[in-house]
C-alpha cells in the first residue's frame, strides 16, 4: 500500500490545521493507521493512531484534547485534525500503515508503510 500524506503548513500559534493520509494500492486489507511526527534533532514520536474500523483511537498525552485522528474508509483516507497548535507541535508530520490488525500501535517499528511527510510550522 502506498501512503501520501498532505495538509501541512505554516500556522500561528493556537491555530488549526487538518492533515489527510490517502492510501493506495491494496487498500482492501485491514490497515491501523499511525501518525508520527519527527521535529528537527529530535526522534520520530508517536502522535495518533486508530484502528481499521475506526473503532479505536489512541493519542500522545502531548496532543490529547487539541488533536483528532478519523478515517473515512470509503475513501482509503485518514485525518489528523489539528487544534490549538503550539510551536513545539512544529515537525514533519507521517502516516503509517499496519496490516493485518484490528488494533493500534504506538511503536514506530511495528508499522510497514511510510508516507513521505508534510512539514507543519506553528509560529509563536
Known amino acids: 500500500v502506498q501512503l501520501q500524506a498532505s495538509g501541512g503548513g505554516l500556522v500561528q500559534a493556537g491555530g488549526s490545521l487538518t492533515l489527510s493520509c490517502a492510501a493506495s494500492g491494496r487498500t482492501n486489507d485491514i490497515y491501523a493507521i499511525g501518525w508520527f511526527r519527527q521535529a528537527p534533532g529530535k526522534d520520530r514520536e508517536f502522535v495518533a493512531a486508530i484502528s481499521a474500523s475506526g473503532g479505536l483511537v489512541d493519542y500522545a498525552d502531548s496532543v490529547k484534547g487539541r488533536f483528532t485522528i478519523s478515517r473515512d474508509n470509503a475513501e482509503n483516507s485518514v485525518y489528523l485534525q489539528m487544534n490549538s497548535l503550539k510551536p513545539q507541535d512544529t515537525a514533519v508530520y507521517y502516516c503509517?500503515?499496519?496490516?493485518?490488525?484490528?488494533?493500534?500501535?504506538?511503536?514506530?517499528?511495528?508499522?510497514?508503510?511510510w508516507g513521505q511527510g508534510t512539514q507543519v510550522t506553528v509560529s509563536s
Open positions: 503509517s500503515a499496519v496490516a493485518g490488525t484490528m488494533a493500534t500501535y504506538r511503536r514506530a517499528y511495528l508499522y510497514h508503510y
